[in-house]
């Protein structure tokens, strides 16, 4: 078994896509953990505020095939597979870790690149996997939050319902 952390933002009515993602992702993944919600700016664009969460699970499945369930959770939410990269959301699932995997595939990179630098997927992942360690930075997710410039870009945690 392999962890793997998945981000999920939404800034389209993102209380109810989000719980459907969680909902979604503990039907894929059984004994799925999620971090709390957070809000936060938009980036890349102007747009609403989005609600991001981290998703840890562990699974066999490969990181394809974990894509594959992803993108039919997104399609769910109502995420149109064409729509700009930099728009609004009504659900956006990133695999960011699948273990200690480094690796570029067609359609996604592991680790993400971003992952270290985007305050709204390090903070939720180092809150939900604090030891797993980032396979190239060779330090854990916990000691990357620590030592990240929060101020650059704030977060604010938000209630989101559990899942149903």
């Known amino acids: 078994m392999t962890q793997v952390l998945v981000a999920a933002g939404s800034n389209i009515d993102p209380e109810r896509h989000l719980a459907a993602a969680m ?10 953990r999620f971090s709390r919600a957070y809000r936060n700016a938009a980036v890349g664009f102007e747009g609403d505020d989005f609600i991001n969460l981290v998703a840890a699970f562990e699974t066999d499945l490969t990181p394809p095939a974990i894509l594959a369930h992803l993108h039919r959770i997104e399609t769910r939410c109502g995420r149109e597979r064409d729509a700009p990269k930099w728009a609004p959301r009504s659900m956006d699932l990133d695999l960011l870790l699948y273990g200690d995997l480094v690796c570029e595939a067609p359609g996604y990179r592991l ?17 939900v996997a604090p030891d797993a360690r980032h396979p190239t930075l060779g330090v854990t997710l916990g000691e990357l939050w620590e030592n990240f410039d929060r101020a650059a870009h704030a977060l604010w945690p938000v209630p989101l319902a559990p899942a149903e």
Do not use: I, N, Q
């Open 111 to 127: 680790p993400r690149p971003d992952l270290a630098k985007r305050p709204y997927m390090l903070g939720p992942a180092a809150e």
């Open 23 to 32: 909902r979604e992702l503990e039907r894929a993944f059984p004994g799925a």
